[in-house]
């Protein structure tokens, strides 16, 4: 079974669900999109993933703020508003029957080419949009237990070729971390910046614990996260210290507590990076008091009008 932050409960509904493709609805062993897609061909395309619960996606307002710098960065012109994608998304919820528990995955690629290409000018469509809505619960087994990390030789991107906050298509270097860290024996790769310093993790962000401080990274060299940049808001409305600074894996394996962040799984304790364990090797309670307060966070975002 596959252990990480993207482990996820098992839903049978998903088997027959509807995928969004450019306004239309299909079953999803028929949705499908063409070779000549731009982010098929070059993986020239940026995507956002929402969750959904209670019948609300959630920092909905940080989330396309992302996606329209994105757009902005590559130079791709959407051809509708922030309001008609929310329609989009809720159009496939809908359709799907979905409120609670929601994982959906936005996905806007420039178009169609007229040939394979990566010059733009050859692009003969306007973007194309796919929005893939699963029912996913995060593993409470992965949350209990804690996933071990292994330390990539990939390094995270310099912003001057390619930022790391920026959420494209082109994810190969942090999938060949991630092949690092399987073939270790690890469930989730460690990226380091271009100076040596800790970054972020192959799909989520890097927090670390040191008494009654939490770290991070400076945010120059990892992604763009929203529960990222949620934590960090939990931490200063606590009054719990939380700095973004460059540190090292010198730091990280005297640690007394690790976790990550992302959408989908919130935060996750790390308990073993590079085979040394974290602290007593279980998820620590500053990592616990994080979660629930971010959950609170939640239960706000949901509350609020």
């Known amino acids: 079974m596959v252990s990480g932050t993207h482990n996820a409960v098992e839903d049978p509904r998903n088997k027959d669900i509807k995928i969004f493709i450019n306004g239309e609805l299909f079953p999803r062993a028929e949705a499908k999109i063409s070779v000549f897609d731009s982010g098929y061909l070059v993986g ?10 209670k019948g609300k996606m959630l920092f909905v307002d940080q989330h396309l703020d992302r996606m329209w710098q994105s757009a902005k960065v590559i130079g791709l012109q959407l051809p509708f508003s922030k309001e008609d994608l ?11 029957n979905m409120s609670d528990h929601i994982h ?11 040939t394979p290409s990566q ?8 973007p194309n949009v796919v929005i893939i809505a699963e029912h996913k619960i995060a593993s409470e087994e992965t949350k209990n237990k804690g996933i071990s990390l292994f330390t990539s030789t990939i390094r995270r991107g310099s912003p001057d070729y390619l930022d790391p906050r920026l959420n494209c298509h082109s994810k190969l270097h942090e999938v060949q971390a991630l092949i690092q860290a399987l073939e270790a024996g690890a469930d989730e790769a460690l990226m380091l910046d271009v100076h040596g310093f800790v970054a972020t993790c192959n799909a989520t962000n890097f927090f670390m614990v040191k ?9 120059q060299y990892c992604m763009n996260g929203i529960t990222r940049g949620n934590v960090i808001k939990v931490c200063k409305e606590n009054n719990i210290t939380c700095k973004e600074k ?13 976790f990550v962040t992302g959408t989908f799984g919130g935060l996750t304790p790390v308990i073993k990076i590079d085979g040394r364990t974290i602290g007593d090797g279980n998820p620590g309670t500053k990592t616990d008091k994080l ?5 609170s966070l939640i239960d706000t975002e949901i509350n609020a009008k």
């Open 44 to 53: 020239d395309g940026i995507w956002e993933a929402f969750r959904v619960h």
């Open 86 to 96: 929310l329609q989009m998304v809720q159009k496939t919820l809908d359709a799907n």
């Open 104 to 114: 959906a995955r936005v996905m806007v690629t420039r178009g169609f080419k007229k």
């Open 119 to 126: 010059d733009p000018r050859l692009t003969i469509s306007g």
């Open 211 to 219: 008494g009654d401080e939490v770290w991070t990274s400076t945010g």
């Open 246 to 258: 460059n540190f090292s894996l010198f730091d990280v394996y005297g640690a007394d507590e690790c």
């Open 291 to 295: 979660s629930t307060l971010y959950k």
